[in-house]
């Protein structure tokens, strides 16, 4: 008999909800992002995919301003110490 696929049991395997969700909460958990599993540190996803998810959002909403105290942007200017 051929044993089903085994996976790690955490805090978040008995939840009730999407495996999506769970691995975004364990992503979210380890510092990592949500998306692609690089470091995030504080932020829930990497550089990359928070500049993504927001001009995602940005396009859906429409919105015409920009919240530069925001996570994204914070991290951006950390790392452009050249320019
Ligand atoms: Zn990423």
Redesign the pocket.
Known sequence: MKSRKKRPRDEFSDLPISRQSRYRARQRRDGR?I??G?P?GKAS??L??LTLARERERKRLGLKRRYFGSMGYRMESANQTFQ
Do not use: D, G, I
């Open positions: 992002c998306e692609c690089a995030a996803r990497c990359r995919h």
